[in-house]
């Protein structure tokens, strides 16, 4: 941390005090609090359902708190409703993109902002020629190379985030939130990201980081705050607090060594028939001829970044997507391309990364969405009894910890960690034979992700295969066995007792191991 400390004496960025926000019956924020000063890098961190999203759903005018002020640079925040007055203040980076994907970035930069520009003529006329100028201004002002001709949605996720910082920084706001800003990056892109915050953290720009991943954390942050059941826990410098004390403060208990369900944990019969198996199996620009064979009780890792294939490997491995050459087969049975009823059918269950794309259906409750796939075995003659859908729901809410008033809530009422648990009940329940995840773990935090991977290595344990498809250290720690993927190739193979350093390397193509 060589940034120079924020200065102490002048107003804060944010100041937030006193903060209640209910849900119902919900007490989702209880007289909370947050100070972040101009130049610093704050996180803010707490488990599942901590009450993380609404603080900064208030932070951001999207929420009214019942109770509690907040100011930024020591004036109250605007009234609630007015968008512009709030855009001016803060603005927040999501996992999901807020540009237009369709727009350039000279568009995307000064959407209802016209008359900054063009010729200052308010916005009547728009002046491309000078939008892209102004933009290329803009962008090169905040050291952000990117060029404002191109369409968002061909932008590189991070580039992407560098635009929605740029955009807030124009609309005049000195605090930017960081919502899980690294979760689709390679190590590299997270490099860039950092140095880039950084860069905007000496012109005094503020950041609040909100992240799951605590190594982030010291590698970037100067203080960090805590929240546990809807309370402020903590506040304090991050060089001053050790992990330990941090994940204590997070979780409420003496934290010891978190007790990662390492690999082989059982003996396993090697030369069993393998339950999944692929031969050939490929998909053209993504990832070349692949021969797979996981066993009953076994973990198989596919370890590999954004573009490696390995997401267009879980993809077809759940008959999302149609492979242009090769197979899949369950139980030496050939299981149908491109269609996800036979891959379920086939025994196949899948962990899908983007949970609100591909996995919840967010008005539904907890227990329908968890029984989704399962709704034949819940009553007689393809009735669903409804007192059978809450009776297995809240079997898989004590089994995986998921945070709710009950299995009827919406799932839309859950945070996105106990959101990313629900999906993998609707997996787990079907009982499947192989069970493939992709990521199963992004938005988890620390204590319930040791619980998640704790049922996937179950699962095997119990006699299916796993594959887990990641670039998540721990993630891959279950694994009996991790395959690197880089540029849609297997470029080395792990047993188990892997370093951390051997596996990235691998994963960054830039180290062979067979
Ligand atoms: N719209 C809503 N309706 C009902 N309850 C809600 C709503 N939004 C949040 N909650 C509840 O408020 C609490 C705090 O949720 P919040 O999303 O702020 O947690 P979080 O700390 O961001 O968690 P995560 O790390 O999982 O994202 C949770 O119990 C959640 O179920």
């Known amino acids: 941390m060589d940034q120079a400390p924020p200065d102490a004496a002048a107003p804060a960025a944010v100041h937030a005090e006193g903060i209640v926000k209910r849900f119902g019956p919900t007490v989702a924020l209880d007289g909370v609090r947050l100070t972040v000063r101009p130049g610093e890098s704050h996180a803010l961190v707490g488990r599942n359902g901590a009450g993380k999203s609404t603080l900064v759903s208030v932070l951001t005018g999207l929420h009214r708190p019942d109770a509690g002020q907040v100011s930024f640079g020591g004036e109250p925040a605007p009234a609630f409703g007015d968008t512009t007055a709030?855009?001016?203040?803060?603005?927040?980076?999501?996992?999901?993109?807020?540009?237009?994907?369709?727009?350039?970035?000279?568009?995307?930069?000064?959407?209802?902002?016209?008359?900054l520009g063009g010729s200052g003529a308010g916005g009547r006329f728009i002046s491309w020629r000078g939008l892209r100028e102004r933009a290329r201004e803009l962008l090169s002002g905040y050291?952000?190379?990117?060029?404002?001709?191109?369409?968002?949605?061909?932008?590189?996720v991070e580039q992407r985030q560098f635009v929605e910082i740029a955009r807030a920084l124009s609309f005049g706001a000195r605090l930017i939130i960081l919502d899980e800003p690294t979760a689709?990056?390679?190590?590299?892109?997270?490099?860039?990201?950092?140095?880039?915050?950084?860069?905007?953290?000496?012109?005094?720009?503020?950041?609040?980081?909100?992240?799951?991943?605590?190594?982030?954390?010291?590698?970037?942050?100067?203080?960090?705050?805590?929240?546990?059941?809807?309370?402020h826990v903590l506040t304090a410098q991050v060089a001053d607090l050790s992990k330990a004390d941090l994940v204590t403060a997070m979780t409420g208990e003496s934290s010891g060594k978190a007790a990662w369900h390492a690999a082989g944990t059982k003996e396993r019969d090697t030369?069993?028939?393998?339950?999944?198996?692929?031969?050939?199996?490929?998909?053209?620009?993504?990832?070349?001829?692949?021969?797979?064979?996981?066993?009953?009780?076994?973990?198989l890792g596919v370890a590999g970044a954004a573009a490696s294939g390995a997401?267009?490997?879980?993809?077809?491995?759940?008959?999302m997507r149609k492979p242009s050459g090769g197979s899949v087969s369950m139980h030496g049975t050939k299981v149908k391309p491109g269609s996800v009823?036979?891959?379920?059918?086939?025994?196949?269950?899948?962990?899908?990364?983007?949970?609100?794309?591909?996995?919840?259906?967010?008005?539904?409750?907890?227990?329908?969405?968890?029984?989704?796939?399962?709704?034949?075995?819940?009553?007689?003659?393809?009735?669903?009894?409804?007192?059978?859908?809450?009776?297995?729901?809240?079997?898989?809410?004590?089994?995986?910890?998921?945070?709710?008033?009950?299995?009827?809530?919406?799932v839309s009422g859950l945070s996105g960690g106990?959101?990313?648990?629900?999906?993998?009940?609707?997996?787990l329940a079907r009982k499947p034979s192989a069970l493939v995840a992709l990521r199963p773990t992004a938005g988890v935090d620390i204590k319930s992700k040791d619980s998640l991977l704790g049922v996937v290595r179950t699962v095997a344990d119990q006699g299916?295969?796993?594959?887990?498809?990641?670039?998540?250290?721990?993630?891959l720690r279950v694994c009996d066995r991790v395959l690197a993927l880089f540029h849609g190739r297997v470029v080395a193979t792990f047993g188990s007792g892997w370093t951390d350093q051997e596996l990235v390397a691998a994963m960054e193509g830039v180290g062979e191991r067979e």
């Open 341 to 410: 009823p036979h891959a379920l059918d086939a025994g196949i269950g899948y962990i899908p990364e983007d949970r609100h794309l591909q996995g919840l259906v967010l008005e539904r409750s907890v227990a329908e969405n968890a029984t989704l796939t399962v709704t034949d075995q819940l009553g007689p003659w393809g009735t669903v009894l409804p007192s059978r859908t809450r009776e297995f729901a809240r079997t898989m809410i004590a089994s995986l910890d998921i945070k709710t008033q009950g299995p009827e809530q919406p």
């Open 464 to 475: 299916s295969a796993a594959v887990i498809i990641s670039d998540e250290l721990d993630d």
């Open 311 to 319: 997401t267009a490997l879980g993809e077809i491995l759940a008959g």
């Open 271 to 299: 030369t069993a028939e393998p339950v999944l198996r692929t031969e050939g199996l490929t998909l053209e620009g993504e990832f070349e001829p692949l021969d797979l064979a996981v066993r009953p009780g076994e973990v």
């Open 86 to 115: 709030w855009q001016s203040k803060v603005a927040c980076v999501y996992q999901k993109s807020m540009v237009v994907p369709d727009l350039t970035v000279a568009e995307n930069l000064f959407l209802n902002n016209y008359g």
């Open 143 to 156: 050291g952000v190379d990117v060029d404002p001709n191109v369409r968002a949605k061909d932008l590189p």
């Open 184 to 231: 689709q990056l390679d190590a590299r892109g997270i490099q860039r990201l950092f140095g880039k915050l950084r860069e905007l953290q000496d012109q005094g720009v503020a950041f609040l980081f909100i992240s799951h991943h605590l190594q982030e954390v010291y590698e970037l942050c100067t203080a960090v705050t805590v929240y546990r059941d809807a309370r």
């Open 418 to 427: 106990n959101q990313q648990k629900v999906v993998v009940a609707r997996a």
